[in-house]
């Protein structure tokens, strides 16, 4: 079983005011509480979600736990993507906090620095979720 911390949570909350969550974590810190949750991308709705994480998405945070390309190039190609494409798709993945990059000499190498991804879609209204592992 992973810890909490080594898990991506990504989810659905159509929450208005969704940094609430977070001012509640900074309080508990403060009073010297730890925090053990899950890392969280929160979309605003469905449609969001899936243009984000699709088949393309999933396939390239396969390739990048499983083959540890050294750069934007060697994962398009290892993906049989043009290199643009994947560089735009990794420089959103990155600005959501789902990978990071590494720089390896010229070249940034993107990292998926979790041990497991966790979709729930319809998490603000079923207990119902679908897990993925890239």
């Known amino acids: 079983m992973t810890n909490n911390t080594d898990v991506?949570?990504?989810?659905?909350?159509?929450?208005?005011?969704?940094?609430?969550?977070?001012?509640r974590a900074i309080r508990r810190l403060e009073g010297g509480e730890s925090i053990?949750?899950?890392?969280?991308?929160?979309?605003?709705?469905?449609?969001?979600?899936?243009?984000?994480?699709n088949e393309r998405t999933y396939t390239l945070l396969r390739v990048i736990r499983d083959e540890n390309?050294?750069?934007?190039?060697?994962?398009?190609?290892?993906?049989?993507?043009d290199k643009k494409n994947v560089h735009e798709e990794?420089?959103?993945?990155?600005?959501?906090?789902?990978?990071?990059?590494?720089t390896v000499g010229q070249a940034?190498?993107?990292?998926?620095?979790?041990?497991d991804l966790v979709v729930t879609p319809l998490a603000h209204?079923?207990?119902?979720g679908a897990t993925v592992a890239p």
């Open 8 to 23: 991506l949570l990504i989810t659905v909350d159509d929450e208005t005011e969704p940094y609430e969550e977070g001012l």
């Open 36 to 53: 053990d949750q899950a890392a969280t991308v929160r979309f605003p709705d469905e449609s969001h979600l899936t243009e984000v994480f």
């Open 69 to 81: 390309p050294d750069s934007i190039r060697e994962t398009a190609r290892l993906v049989g993507r």
């Open 90 to 102: 990794l420089t959103t993945l990155e600005a959501l906090g789902v990978i990071r990059f590494e």
């Open 108 to 115: 940034k190498q993107p990292v998926f620095p979790y041990d």
């Open 125 to 128: 209204g079923s207990d119902d």
